[in-house]
């Protein structure tokens, strides 16, 4: 059975920083997640789900949304099975709730790219 937990939410005033991990354990259709591309999207309240980040499974190959660029740096530890999402410079409306999203191949931003979801972390930064 596949699992991914995010952890490393929680409170934070803008300016300061977060470090977001998504473990994930289990084999996904066989194979192991360090052959996996994973990505980091977030939901604000009644917003839809949007893309933050994502990472090829060598983590060679990275993209950032617009709204992050800058601020945040996505990685990789595969011998962990774990992905992290540095965040930085916080803003207010960076506040939602963060998921990670794993899927083989080279998906690109779009949800429905992705296979495995976590169940999702809150992030919420203050003015």
């Known amino acids: 059975q596949v699992q991914m937990v995010e952890s490393g939410g929680g409170l934070v005033q803008a300016g300061g920083s977060l470090r977001l991990s998504c473990a994930a354990s289990?084999?996904?259709?066989?194979?192991?997640?360090?052959?996996?591309?994973f990505a980091w999207f977030r939901q604000a309240p009644r917003q839809e789900r949007d893309f933050v980040a994502g990472?090829?499974?060598?983590?060679?190959?990275?993209d950032n949304a617009d709204s992050v660029k800058g601020r945040s740096t996505i990685s990789r530890d595969n011998a962990k099975n774990t992905v992290y999402l540095q965040m930085n410079k916080l803003k207010p409306e960076d506040t939602a709730v963060y998921y990670c999203?794993?899927?083989?191949?080279?998906?690109?931003?779009?949800?429905?790219?992705?296979?495995?979801w976590g169940q999702g972390i809150q992030v919420t930064v203050s003015p």
């Open positions: 990472i090829s499974w060598s983590g060679r190959s990275i």
């Open positions: 289990g084999r996904a259709s066989g194979r192991t997640f360090s052959t996996y591309a």
């Open positions: 999203a794993a899927a083989w191949g080279c998906p690109g931003p779009g949800l429905y790219e992705y296979d495995y």
